[in-house]
């Protein structure tokens, strides 16, 4: 298989670095291959389960003199690395970074990021929409960029795609936020884009696809995960999992999405029926009545609680999440509605009451001068991402 190069560029801040982590995952690592000639240190970052190399170019922004130096910085870097020869590091696809947030810049960014790439004028080209946090606004930025893009130097067909992102969850407030967006489509789109001789093949891209889905969708659940304790603390009687209801079902709506799960009249069911797990089962009252007789636990009401309603969240989420990736592969369909219910049902039976146990359990430990609910949220987050 091959391992192309990906050139990503942009403005400081823009979040370039952010998203490189997002779509590497926790297995992101320094390549060997990272260099720092000619005084320009470029980092070039790789990670198992992403078929492409990322090279975080120099930062494109500031003043006009700032904005001269990094567009040199960048072609003298290129022109060392088309001297030596190396197929290993051509550039075999350019992220442009925009930001979703700037319009008025989004000409001047292109215009310049067209120019700062100029020796690699023939690279397919993928424009990289970040922060993208107001979902209303995507399709009109899609617009303006393939528009703009048309006024620089580039060939129209070397624009390949134009993908907004939201590369890490946008809290809102505390229990409302914006979820990852885009990033399995920037890697396929990335993997599409990529010459014949690098690109890895059909059932490569789909395996890696799904362990980078799950890694997104394990950030939305911990985001929920975490509203799910900002509501669960509220001193009103905890009785039933039916507080949890907005944020349960925003986060299967965000999974939904994440899947391609679909908005027809079978997904609007099968989204139906997990949320009733989640809320009003018999499921959900046993394990809230479990957890709450957990023996010795020496925490106040409402951080009991908490942890409760964020591991509710936690469970739901992670059922929900296998439930989709099976659908997705093609081993279930969105009609299997008793399959679907069973499995998120026993998650909250057996997992959350392990799960749960062990969190309340470590809450006992937490020192008196720490906020319980971060610690709280932390635990939960913590045990989402060990999952395998
Ligand atoms: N919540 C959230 N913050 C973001 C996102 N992208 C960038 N940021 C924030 O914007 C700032 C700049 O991002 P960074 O990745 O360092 O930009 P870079 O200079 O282009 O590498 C940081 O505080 C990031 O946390 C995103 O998708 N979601
Ligand atoms: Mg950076």
Redesign the pocket.
Known sequence: MGFGNVLVI?????????????VLGPDMRIAPATSSKGGQRLEIYESLSVPFRII?AH?M?GSFLARQLSIRAVKNWSKDNALDGNADNDINVIWF?VEGKSRKLIRQQLADLSRATDVWRSVPVIVVI????AATEREENIALVREQFARTRRRAENLKAVIP???????LDETTF?A?EGIPELIAATNEAMPEGVRAAGEDIASFSLKRRRAVARSIVAASATAGVAVGAVPLPFSDALILTPIESALVNALATLYGIGKGSAAKKLLGTILEVGTVSTAAKAAISALKAVPGINVAASVLNAAIAGSIVAAIGEGTMRVFERIYVGEKTIDDLDWARELVESRLSKELVAQGTKIVGKLSGVSAGADPLKAVAGLISEAIASKQ
């Open positions: 942009g403005s400081s801040g823009i979040g370039k670095t952010t998203l490189i982590k997002a975080d930062d922004g970074c970040t922060k993208s946090y992102v939201v590369a890490d969850t946008y809290q914006v990852p």
